[in-house]
């Protein structure tokens, strides 16, 4: 079992940079795969990127590729979201998730904990 806190999140604006942490409890984080996802207010919620166990392997959203950078560090049970070139699309909650999958998952059902979420506003 792990739990899971985002940080990072705010106000910034249009072309800006954020940088989302997760940290996770426990000494079972570097087992699980690892995701982010987004919110926005009344839409599904949407897959970003995921990274592997080992922090060897990642994958990416279309709507976000080039953009966002995922990366894990399992000494600090902590993984990162990277958010450059941020536009008003970006505006969501984002979500920290661990699948015990090795797999990368889009749908939300294939990961077992979820952390609180972190609110992500882009002005222009």
């Known amino acids: 079992q792990v739990h899971l806190v985002e940080s990072g999140g705010g106000l910034v604006q249009a072309g800006g940079s954020l940088r989302l942490s997760c940290a996770a409890s426990g000494r079972t984080f570097s087992t699980y795969t690892m995701g982010w996802f987004r919110q926005a207010r009344g839409k599904e919620r949407e897959f970003i990127a995921a990274i592997s166990w080992s922090g060897g392997s990642t994958f990416y959203a279309d709507s976000v590729k080039g953009r966002f950078t995922i990366s894990r560090d399992n000494a600090k049970n902590t993984v990162y979201l990277q958010l450059n070139s941020l536009n008003s699309e970006d505006t969501a909650v984002y979500y920290c998730?661990?699948?015990?999958?090795?797999?990368?998952?889009?749908?939300?059902?294939?990961?077992?904990?979820w952390g609180q979420g972190t609110q992500v506003t882009v002005s222009s």
């Open positions: 998730a661990a699948s015990i999958f090795a797999t990368f998952d889009l749908a939300p059902t294939r990961y077992a904990y």
